[in-house]
């Protein structure tokens, strides 16, 4: 077997190991998956009585920002994770093993992928079930779907860099918190960002979530032509800045992530 083909193998058996380790602790699933449902239903049935869109139903401009919502917060597992598996001394067990050095990071970021692929799955039935419509061709929505899970790979490599920096579940956990929130709340998740105001307006229409939330809205087809037309070009061009934004961050992190990992094994 070629270097590659030994990466690839390795990378598989710590997909594996992972997602055995999810399988024992449904408890890290099921804050993925339980905590979105509760927004949905929180701000289908509590806040969106209050709030009227243009043209569109409140529950389909909801969803998609629920699904980015979801991607933030389940990528934090990949950092807990890692921290928790740092603190174990799991990593000094690894290194002891003839396994590419690559295979860690990729096997954890592609069982986090998996996961996520179930959070997305169970996020559209509760969509469906509440009034959530896919109003695009399938090939859009499909496009979709897929960009969703494009994002989710590459932010688990940000939580990855984070995590393997700080090295303390603790810390991780209280940085994960501080930042996601604001990320997700400053954006157009919830709301539409022309109704903010001047400064906060504009901080969410070049929030990289707002760009994401955007590209899956127009892809699902969960827009309409009465709102006003975001002036910011990321939301102009969604789905390019989506995949722009996908790129920069696998570009910049995945070598990031690959040296503090070797750095953490060579204590």
């Known amino acids: 077997m070629n270097t590659l083909q030994i990466a690839i193998a390795d990378g598989m058996t710590i997909t594996k190991r992972n997602a055995l380790k999810i399988k024992r602790a449904p408890d890290l699933l099921g804050g993925v998956v339980i905590l979105p449902i509760v927004f949905v239903l929180l701000f289908v049935y509590v806040f969106g009585s209050m709030i009227e869109l243009p043209g569109l139903s409140y ?3 909801l969803l998609p920002g629920i699904f980015v919502q979801t991607i933030v917060t389940s990528a934090q597992i990949t950092g807990y994770t890692l921290t928790q598996d740092l603190q174990k001394g799991i990593f000094d067990r690894f290194r002891t093993l003839p396994m590419s050095p690559s295979a860690v990071l990729t096997g954890q970021t592609v069982s986090d992928l998996l996961m996520n692929v179930t959070s997305i799955a169970t996020m559209a039935l509760v969509g469906l079930l509440v009034g959530w419509r896919i109003n695009s061709a399938p090939h ?3 496009l979709g779907f897929l960009l969703l899970l ?4 590459a932010f688990s490599w940000v ?3 984070v ?3 700080l090295r303390t579940p603790e810390s991780f956990n209280n940085i994960a918190t501080v930042v996601s929130m604001p990320l997700v709340f400053t954006s157009n998740a919830f709301v539409d960002s022309a109704r903010l105001p001047g400064p906060l307006k504009a901080v969410a229409e070049w929030n990289p979530v707002s760009t994401f939330v955007q590209a899956v809205r127009e892809l699902f087809g969960n827009t ?3 709102m006003p037309v975001p002036a910011a070009w990321p939301l102009q061009h969604a789905v390019l800045a989506s995949l722009l934004w996908s790129l920069l961050l696998l570009v910049v992190f995945v070598p990031l992530a690959t040296r503090l990992y070797k750095r953490a094994v060579s204590r």
Not at 150 to 153: G, M
């Open 224 to 226: 309409s032509a009465s």
């Open 59 to 61: 529950r389909e401009y």
């Open 163 to 165: 995590a393997l920096a």
């Open 159 to 161: 939580t990855a860099t």
């Open 140 to 142: 859009e929505a499909v």
């Open 150 to 153: 494009l994002f989710a790979y």
